[in-house]
């Protein structure tokens, strides 16, 4: 089966611009994350969605991230004004349903902020 | 709250070596457990996993980890180490009651060295 897909694979934006992150989960997964992974620490998570509903955006800065999954497939993760501690690797993962013990992961998108 | 730590950043080997790299958790609840590879410049990949039954779980690539709930760890172990086998190594928790969210520590960077 084709993996999570996502791009870009990199982004350098300037700080107080806006950026988008796509990612199109394996197919018939209903569950899609976002991770957010700093240089050296491991990954935290930002939103998760179950089909087209958001179950838990806890971690997501509101004021500045948005993400939607629209038809409860491909996902879009969005900052605007970025900042310069925005720096960091974005993964998307995906699962077949909430009771999954493991997920698959996308290649991420590295975005530098200068 | 879940937690993981794991105590080594880095741990440089030499080839054909043994490695152990160390990760403990903390929960309240009963926790299944992963660990996941992350090669440079690419998405994690699940390496394995402890759900339940044997302590003792094996990767296909010669790893194994060995789940100790008396001293809440999840060490990963390989008897002989390869250059291939330099990456960074993710552990991670999820609870048996909300096996929605994985909870990573902060990595050990693998360096094996000729």
């Known amino acids: 089966e084709a993996g999570v897909a996502q791009s870009p694979r990199y982004k350098i934006i300037e700080k107080r611009q806006s950026v988008a992150f796509w990612c199109n989960p394996i197919s018939g997964h209903a569950t899609l994350y976002w991770y957010q992974q700093i240089l050296g620490q491991g990954p935290k998570l930002l939103i998760q969605?179950?089909?087209?509903?958001?179950?838990?955006d806890s971690q997501l800065p509101k004021d500045r991230f948005s993400a939607e999954r629209l038809k409860g497939v491909d996902s879009t993760l969005k900052i605007q004004p970025a900042k310069l501690e925005d720096s960091a690797v974005y993964l998307c993962?995906?699962?077949?349903?909430?009771?999954?013990?493991?997920?698959?992961f996308g290649s991420g998108t590295r975005l530098t902020v200068v | 709250a879940q937690s993981v730590t794991q105590l080594d950043s880095q741990v440089p080997v030499f080839e054909e070596a043994p490695v152990e790299l160390r990760c403990n958790y903390s929960s309240s609840v009963s926790v299944y457990l992963f660990w996941y590879v992350q090669y440079p410049n690419q998405g994690l990949q699940l390496l394995l996993k402890?759900?339940?039954?044997?302590?003792l779980v094996e990767s296909i690539n010669g790893f194994e980890a060995e789940f100790n709930k008396s001293q809440t760890s999840f060490h990963l172990r390989k008897p002989s180490v390869h250059i291939s086998d330099t990456a960074e190594y993710f552990c991670?928790?999820?609870?048996?009651?909300?096996?929605?969210?994985?909870?990573f520590g902060t990595g050990t960077r693998l360096q094996v060295f000729p």
């Open positions: 402890y759900l339940s039954g044997s302590t």
């Open positions: 969605f179950q089909n087209n509903g958001v179950v838990d």
């Open positions: 993962a995906s699962s077949p349903d909430r009771a999954n013990y493991g997920y698959t």
């Open positions: 991670a928790v999820m609870t048996s009651y909300n096996t929605d969210k994985l909870i």
